[in-house]
């Protein structure tokens, strides 16, 4: 009997600590972002930012931002995705968004690292939008708006960052005032050739390749630049260029070259 209660408890015991650690095993710290253009290794801050890394991996692993598009790119400061997705049609819509993330602004927004997009004038309002910084933006984003969230890096594929930022963009108003094009012109542009998915940067799948906990412990990300004031006193929504507001302006779009067709608040 007291054998029999012994091996009960150990396998007991053994899956609560099962149960403990799973949450953290399940945090995976490395993803593939895969484009129409080629693949971009991803190495999250899981430890640091956990809340980001969580939920970010929210949405990949919802499958949200599969078939998402790239809508943004400012050459030398970011290219922007998570927004929206596209079909079979080009027809683009809102990703559907979770409750926000609390702001963790643990690292700098340099060169090839991935933080989150907010609304203006609110720290904790990040969702499901993201960017990779293409250049030094700590002086403009570090202490802006309690500074925006890195949390993680690009470790192989900056070539393909490179190759998006480099696309022209053209401006279709909304939110959609820097969307990268290829196979496009500007001559297509004035004579209101329609956008389809073989123009839009279009992020295939987002996938887990690294279930490691700590994955990136043996990197060296650069920390934060932004002083002790508190969140939402610091820095302001403004910066011009550098402002990041989830533009909450649409529906569902169809894409014409000279203009959105339909929004909706």
């Given at each position: ?70 809508h943004r790119s400012v050459p030398g400061f970011v290219i922007q995705g998570g927004g929206f997705i ?142 002790t004031t508190p969140p939402g006193n610091g820095g302001g ?29």
């Open positions: 009997m007291l054998l029999t209660w012994k091996i009960k408890f150990s396998a007991a015991a053994n899956l609560l600590v099962l149960l403990l650690v799973l949450p953290h095993a399940a945090m995976a710290t490395i993803v593939l972002v895969e484009t129409d253009l080629g693949t971009v290794e991803i190495n999250l801050y899981d430890n640091a930012t956990p809340a980001t890394v969580t939920n970010f991996l929210n949405y990949v692993n919802s499958g949200a931002f599969t078939d998402s598009i790239v596209t079909d079979i049609n080009a027809q683009v819509s809102n990703i559907t968004t979770n409750p926000a993330v609390t702001n963790e602004p643990v690292y700098s927004n340099v060169r090839g690292t991935i933080a989150m997009a907010k609304l203006g004038s609110d720290p904790n309002s990040a969702t499901s939008q993201w960017f990779i910084n293409l250049a030094n933006n700590a002086a403009n984003l570090d202490d802006q708006n309690g500074g925006f969230t890195v949390f993680g890096e690009v470790t192989a594929g900056l070539d393909i960052v490179a190759t998006i930022a480099g696309l022209p963009s053209y401006d279709f108003g909304g939110a959609f005032t820097d969307l990268p094009l290829q196979n496009y012109s500007s001559a297509d542009f004035t004579n209101n050739v329609p956008v389809d998915n073989t123009h839009l940067v279009i992020v295939t799948a987002v996938n887990v390749v690294d279930t490691t906990v700590d994955s990136a412990a043996g990197l060296n990300p650069t920390p934060t630049t932004r002083n929504g403004g910066g011009g260029g550098g402002s990041f507001a989830l533009l909450s302006l649409l529906g569902l779009f169809g894409f014409s070259a000279a203009r959105v067709l339909r929004r909706r608040r």
